[in-house]
């Protein structure tokens, strides 16, 4: 927890600047972070070690980012959590402190003051808020900006003596500490001045249920010194032509785009449920899991799953509250764990089980889990039979509005686009390129993978919600939204072509409505039929 909010674990264990090292420290293979011969001519490691390895091949080797992280960053903190970091600046070294306090207690006056929805520069943030509590503004921003020497191995505040016993030993202390640490970090990061070419990190304003948020969005300082070195460098990424825009915002020029359509291995069955309700917002009621909208899902998916009476391997891959959901009904071991991250409920547990117990008690084959944002890199899942994903995954609109405000691009289209791209990452954790026996795979939502355009997909309608209205057409509607999907188009994107709402168009689709017969025939002619 202290590493994952920015804290150097090398400095707490390996290298105390007081106290005993780690009983490991001598005979650790990892105590330097290098693995293998230092005159290897192929390096590997962690994106966040990025920085390092371009330095380590210098400008003669070409430097291969795989599946990069977010190159415009986007991270959110509760007000509460930024007085939180104040309270805790007494386990940081004193000269640490007095540096980055003011600057913290200033980002905090002004988010208190500010109109939701307003906008700044973390550095005119901060000097707003100086300005309100008496300070000296340009005084706040230059002492945060050097509360970490330029000679320091990590940016992570630098713990008392008393402070690195505490976090050794206790686990919920050093939670408390790791998430000041992490605030300070990004505050510090935040305040830099940006690379040239660059806007500087931007903040904004959030009430949510009378909740104060505050919300940072900057370029991944890492990954745009790795894009712009003098030296070849090579982006792979499933997503690559939605990764480019970016890119080529941070370099200044177009890069060079490849695109490759590669043919699976074996036969794959896919098939999309469509279903424009199989959303976050009504898939969760204020945070909180809604069965009444799940629980039909599910079922769905081990009724496909049942239908070839071959599949004996299932992988489901949803939200992390799914996930956790499942792994409890399931019995699987890391139950708990999950649901200690997902904060979900005994009450809602206990209701998906009796729900759900028939469907369980049948299915007779085996069940993995993922969950969206956590895909990358699985390769365990390779030998399923068959893989389902529920729910659109789209990424959060304010903060997707916020890095395209960020680099001036237009946002039309682009939130559907992303949540292909992370379907695409999941259906490909069946290896499908290199797989050599018959696969199967299901989408339950409105958003089509990615990969999936262009091949043969089985398009469904899944039932959900009110019946039809007794004057609607419900096989129109049912035919407008194969010919959607099979164009590789979401109801947003439809939606926005003929002049109507999102909602009416899945409602137009499910039956639920009347097509009028002028909205019709821009159906039609949208959707070039």
Request: net charge neutral.
């Amino acid at each position: 927890q202290v590493f994952a909010c920015s804290q150097s674990l090398e400095r707490l264990f390996c290298e105390p600047e007081r106290g005993t090292p780690c009983e490991h420290a001598k005979t650790c293979p990892a105590r330097h972070g290098l693995d293998g011969p230092h005159d290897a001519n192929l390096i590997v490691g962690p994106h966040e070690l990025v920085g390092p390895i371009a330095q380590a091949i210098g400008k003669v080797g070409t430097l291969v980012v795989d599946e990069p992280p977010a190159l415009i960053e986007v991270s959110a903190m509760r007000l509460a959590d930024l007085n939180a970091a104040i309270a805790e600046l007494h386990t940081f070294e004193e000269k640490y402190a007095r540096h980055v306090e003011p600057a913290l207690r200033s980002l905090a006056a002004w988010a208190s003051a500010a109109e939701p929805g307003a906008v700044l520069s973390v550095e005119d943030a901060v000097l707003q808020g100086a300005a309100l509590t008496g300070l000296d503004g340009a005084e706040v921003v230059s002492r945060v900006r050097a509360a970490v020497p330029s000679t320091a191995k990590s940016i992570a505040p630098p713990l008392t003596f008393s402070t690195t016993i505490t976090v050794r030993r206790n686990v919920s202390r050093a939670e408390e500490i790791g998430r000041a640490s992490g605030v300070c970090v990004s505050l510090f990061v935040a305040v830099q001045p940006p690379e040239e070419g660059l806007h500087p990190t931007r903040v904004r304003v959030i009430e949510r249920e009378r909740v104060r948020v505050v919300s940072f969005v900057g370029a991944n300082d890492r990954m745009v010194r790795a894009l712009r070195r003098d030296a070849p460098t090579v982006v792979l990424d499933a997503g690559a032509a939605l990764v480019a825009p970016t890119v080529e915002r941070i370099v200044g020029y177009k890069p060079r785009l490849v695109e490759l359509d590669v043919s699976d291995g074996a036969p794959v069955e896919r098939t999309v449920l469509a279903c424009g309700r199989a959303t976050r917002s009504r898939c969760f009621t204020r945070g909180t899991l809604d069965l009444d909208a799940l629980v039909p899902l599910l079922r769905a998916v081990f009724a496909w799953a049942g239908e070839d009476g071959e599949t004996k391997s299932l992988v489901i891959v949803s939200w992390g509250a799914v996930e956790a959901l499942l792994a409890v009904c399931l019995g699987l071991p890391q139950a708990d764990a999950l649901v200690r991250r997902t904060g979900l409920t005994k009450s809602t547990v206990a209701d998906a089980g009796e729900r759900l117990g028939d469907v369980l008690r049948a299915w007779q084959g085996r069940v993995r889990l993922a969950h969206y944002g956590g895909l990358r890199g699985l390769d365990h899942l390779r030998d399923a039979d068959a893989l389902a994903t529920i729910g659109d995954p789209r990424p959060t609109v304010d903060a997707e509005n916020d890095r395209c405000a960020w680099l001036e691009v237009d946002p039309d289209g682009r939130i559907d686009a992303l949540a292909a791209a992370e379907l695409d990452q999941a259906h490909g954790r069946l290896r499908l390129v290199h797989r050599e026996r018959k696969a199967r795979a299901l989408h339950v939502g409105a958003v089509v993978p990615a990969g999936w355009c262009g091949r043969e997909v089985t398009v469904r309608r899944m039932a959900v919600g009110r019946p039809p209205t007794p004057t609607a057409d419900h096989n129109l509607g049912r035919e407008i939204g194969a010919k959607r999907l099979a164009a590789g188009l979401s109801v947003r994107a439809l939606s926005l072509r003929v002049g109507i709402s999102p909602m009416t168009l899945s409602r137009y689709e499910s039956g639920e409505r009347v097509i009028p017969a002028a909205t019709a025939v821009k159906l039609a002619a949208a959707l070039s039929w």
